[in-house]
């Protein structure tokens, strides 16, 4: 998938997630809502920093830029290193490491233990880092056209707001985890949840995607898991645009609505 696709689908989970916690009679406070689904919608383009073509590369200049020629070249050590008898050649490290369940607890869970005991610089970093790729993912056409700085200084003022209305009692700093010592424990959970939404977007598509990785599938540990072929799209094709985009519009939209209990 592409990255507008990738970033809806993050935002329509977690807004499901919020309608599914309103059924159960635990209805998520507003910001938790709000925060969770941009969040979510930018961890669902974190995984494609082993790719330097991807929107996340280009999301932070230079420096996202590194870290994506970093990540690629340990991607594909770890490929290499890991591969069994069935698995292809590869040149490069796309689609590997990175986006494998195992990444995505590692990346929410290392999240969680950042904002806990970081304190409020830490809370304030993660959520800059994941509002800034919420507004390349869904706004992604004035992105591109917007100065960097620019997006990058909405992202730190979105955050410096939206941390400040957590903060508020009974705002969702707390929120599922309220004992003292761990506010915004929880900020993992859209993490993990956008990465691993991330993961099944693509293996919808014609590669598929080693979610599974390191569980070994028959002679493969990097099977790539999907659907059957003839039910699989290529990344930025018709399916995508017209179909999978419009309906995580409206999923996200109804999701939404029932989180707040308005339907």
């Not at 004992?179 to 993490?191: D, M, N, R, S």
């Not at 790539?224 to 179909?243: C, T």
């Amino acid at each position: 998938m592409m990255g507008p696709a990738h970033s809806l689908s993050g935002a329509a989970a977690w807004l499901g997630v919020g309608a599914a916690a309103a059924a159960a009679g635990h209805t998520m406070p507003w910001p938790v809502l709000v925060v969770g689904a941009l969040i979510c919608a930018g961890a669902a383009l974190a995984p494609d920093l082993d790719h330097k073509s991807a929107t996340i590369s280009r999301a932070f200049g230079p420096v996202s830029k590194a870290l994506c020629e970093i990540v690629d070249k340990l991607s594909y050590a770890v490929y290499k290193a890991t591969k069994s008898a069935g698995d292809p050649r590869r040149t490069g490290g796309h689609r590997t490491l990175t986006h494998t369940w195992l990444w995505a607890a590692l990346i929410g869970g290392g999240c969680s233990l950042a904002a806990v005991t970081g304190g409020r610089w830490a809370v304030l970093a993660i959520l800059f880092v994941h509002l800034v790729l919420a507004v390349e993912g869904l706004l992604w056409r004035a992105a591109r056209v917007s100065s960097d700085v620019l997006v990058w200084l909405l992202g730190a003022t979105s955050a410096w707001i939206l941390a400040g209305v957590l903060d508020k009692p009974g705002h969702g700093a707390d929120w599922l985890f309220d004992a003292p010592g761990q506010e915004y424990l929880w900020l993992g959970l859209p993490i993990v949840m956008g990465a691993l939404v991330h993961d099944i977007g693509d293996a919808l598509t014609v590669s598929g995607c080693p979610i599974l990785w390191p569980i070994p599938i028959g002679r493969k540990r990097w099977y790539p898991v999907g659907p059957p072929k003839a039910l699989r799209f290529r990344a930025g094709s018709w399916v995508e645009v017209k179909v999978l985009m419009p309906a995580f519009m409206v999923l996200g939209g109804v999701g939404g609505a029932a989180a707040l209990n308005y339907i």
